[in-house]
């Protein structure tokens, strides 16, 4: 095998490279890779198709069960599916006590990173004996099984106890990912009914402590959150901050008190996690997973995926607080045994290769992040990779958005060296696990497409009009059988769960909400969102809740908000604003909407441009017609604008975004 060697890397020749690369259609595995594979059967697809439901059964029979399930799948009430009914299964006990049980308590479950270069190695019995003792502290805070606690913490260990607490005890988590404001956790916390918040003093980030705590206090008072009756707070920046007497407690002070519980015997069908994710409304959706189905999606892919082995070191940039952090930071890893590097800050800091002095600190063999993050490495350039040694991976994963064929090759050559596959993950919230990829060691990747359906799933392409089955071309993506680790229902709402994902095609064909192409090979090429969901840095946010965040701005009258393609983000948002009368457009007001936008939703909803005008363009029966705004911030040619009650709105609205 050759290894090629980073350190020959400049910018000229990367160019070189990838200008040949791009004539190169498809990536067969190399030999090396294959011949160490775990999954090399080429008919495993078509063994799992025969029969899907003994596919699965065999695939949840990996995990350690407390009683046998009765029934498979029960389709009866679609769709509302069960799996396994009947068994009974601890998420907390296949991740930890099966492990520690086998002798295996002193492997690393994670090699913890702090931002300022701290280090700490969690093993499996360290977690196990933090997780038992803290499900007893929740007990003891009065959470019992169905309640919901709330997480919003960094990345810090403490995260990952928190939740497999909740498991233990079958508490059912709400994780929110700390880049959210204090004031949406405390809409997800009120609409959940959440009892427990798990929180920390402050995070830090790149070099600067930001308070978390004093925030959550502003917004989760009794009257905003009337559920919650207990905030638990991780000391972890050290900063001082006010304790609510007879409601917040310290977490180390509670769990050092507790006594060690056993993990609760769930139903597989129990509430696992809810994980709030946003649709076309500006209410975001509460996706609800169940026990047994989603242990068995998120493990089973997340082996076959990054072809597990024993000795594998495993990095997932991912934050916790999104569902790839769950299924393949948190669930997957910990069911499949591995030891993996958890980052706890950004990207860039302390500096630009930072995750690659990572991988050749701890020799990490599977490196899972998202196309956004190697655009912005491709930006910051070959200087900061080129000095490590990189020669441990044998793996490389993306997921969150259609990663453009120029980034993967980068990430191919750069980082891979050439010899390490590509996988390009396709899967949502949703599904809670990878649906669409390439199995490494048996499938061509094809730059640009995830690939085919992995064992055990059908994918359809399906004509927008007609509803049949695209077998070449382009169509609306559709999984036409359930799988294990699918949504049970929205939170509380289970109309929204049938109108969102049943309606389009019937209660057995699950409505994706993307568009995509299906090529000749059966492979899909995913072409983005067909509903209001802007795919920003591969964070799901709905063009309506920016919209209210704007307008809950005094001075706004109107707002509509649109998505535009950008060369690092693969999404930018692009808000047009029409102000109150009397209030003239300033940096001033701008600055505020911003604000408004950051407090209700996080900074990460911020729109890139904000473009303030007399009126938006309206059909004469008052829609806003978005497809023209779409047009002028992507600067094409309008096509018809008959259809508007007043055609000068767009002259002046492109004058506007020329003016920058
Ligand atoms: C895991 C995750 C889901 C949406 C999904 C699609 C887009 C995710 C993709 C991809 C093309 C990929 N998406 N992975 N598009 N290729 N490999 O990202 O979940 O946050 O719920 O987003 O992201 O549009 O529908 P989630």
Redesign the pocket.
Request: proline share 4%; glycine share 14%.
């Given at each position: 095998m050759t290894t090629k060697n980073a350190r020959e890397l400049t910018e000229a020749s990367v160019e070189a490279r990838l200008a040949e690369l791009l004539q190169q259609e498809r990536f067969a595995p190399q030999e090396a890779f294959a011949a160490q594979a775990e999954i090399t059967d080429p008919e495993i697809r078509a063994r799992a198709a025969a029969d899907p439901t003994a596919y699965w059964a065999e695939q949840a029979g990996r995990l350690r069960w407390s009683r046998a399930w009765d029934q498979v799948l029960d389709s009866s009430e679609a769709p509302f599916y069960r799996w396994f009914s009947g068994g009974t299964i601890n998420v907390s006990d296949n991740c930890l006590d099966r492990h520690v049980e086998a002798g295996r308590g002193d492997k690393v479950a994670y090699h913890w990173h702090g931002e300022e270069g701290e280090t700490r190695d969690i093993t499996y019995a360290w977690l196990l004996e933090r997780t038992a003792r803290f499900a007893g502290a929740l007990r003891e805070l009065g959470v019992g099984k169905g309640d919901v606690v709330g997480i919003y913490l960094p990345m810090i260990p403490e995260v990952v106890v928190a939740m497999l607490a909740c498991t233990r005890i079958g508490a059912v988590h709400n994780v929110v990912f700390g880049g959210f404001s204090a004031g949406s956790v405390a809409e997800r916390m009120e609409v959940s009914g959440a009892k427990v918040l798990v929180t920390a003093d402050g995070a830090r980030r790149k070099g600067r402590t930001a308070p978390i705590k004093p925030s959550v206090d502003e917004h989760m008072g009794p009257e905003a959150v009337p559920s919650l009756q207990r905030v638990v707070v991780v000391r972890n920046t050290g900063i001082d901050v006010p304790m609510t007497d007879g409601r917040d407690v310290w977490f180390d002070e509670v769990l050092e008190a507790a006594d060690a519980v056993d993990p609760e015997p769930m139903d597989a069908e129990a509430p696992l996690f809810i994980l709030y994710?946003s649709g076309s409304t500006a209410k975001p959706k509460g996706i609800l997973h169940t026990t047994g189905g989603y242990l068995t999606g998120a493990s089973t892919t997340h082996r076959q995926v990054f072809d597990l082995h024993d000795d594998d070191v495993y990095f997932c940039s991912a934050d916790v607080g999104?569902?790839?952090g769950h299924s393949y930071i948190v669930y997957g890893p910990l069911a499949n045994g591995v030891t993996s590097v958890m980052y706890e800050g950004a990207p860039d800091y302390p500096h630009k290769g930072i995750w690659w002095e990572l991988c050749e600190r701890r020799g990490v063999t599977k490196f899972y992040t998202a196309p956004t993050a190697i655009r912005a490495c491709m930006k910051w350039g070959v200087e900061h990779v080129a000095p490590h040694d990189l020669s441990s991976l044998k793996l490389l994963g993306?997921?969150?958005?259609?990663?453009n064929p120029k980034a993967w090759l980068w990430y191919w050559h750069v980082v891979g060296g050439e010899r390490c596959p590509v996988v390009?993950?396709?899967?949502?919230?949703?599904t809670g696990a990878i649906v669409i990829t390439t199995l490494p060691g048996l499938d061509a990747a094809k730059p640009g497409s995830?690939g085919l359906p992995l064992p055990g799933y059908e994918v359809q392409v399906l004509d927008a009009e007609q509803g049949g089955v695209v077998e070449e071309g382009e169509g609306l993506l559709a999984i036409p059988r359930p799988w294990p680790s699918m949504l049970r229902t929205l939170y509380q709402d289970p109309d929204r769960y049938v109108s969102t994902y049943w309606d389009r095609f019937g209660p057995t064909t699950y409505f994706?909400?993307?568009s995509a192409r299906r090529d000749a090979d059966g492979y899909t090429w995913?072409i983005?969102?067909v509903d209001d969901v802007i795919?920003v840095s591969?964070h799901?946010l709905s063009t309506a809740e920016v919209e209210s965040a704007i307008v809950a701005h005094p001075a706004v009258a109107e707002s509509a908000v649109v998505a535009k393609a950008d060369d690092l983000t693969g999404q930018a948002i692009v808000a047009y604003v029409t102000l109150q009368g009397g209030t003239d457009a300033s940096a001033d007001v701008e600055a505020e909407i911003n604000a408004t936008i950051a407090d209700r939703i996080g900074k990460l909803a911020r729109p890139k441009r904000i473009v303030f005008t007399q009126d938006l363009p309206k059909t004469r029966s008052g829609k806003i017609m978005r497809r023209l705004l779409r047009d002028i911030a992507e600067e094409r040619d309008l096509g018809d604008t008959t259809t508007l009650a007043d055609p000068s709105v767009v002259d002046q609205l492109q004058q506007r975004w020329q003016q920058g």
């Open positions: 994710s999104w569902i790839t993306s997921v969150g958005e259609p990663i390009d993950t396709w899967w949502q919230t949703e995830a994706v909400g993307d995913v983005g969102r795919n591969g799901r």
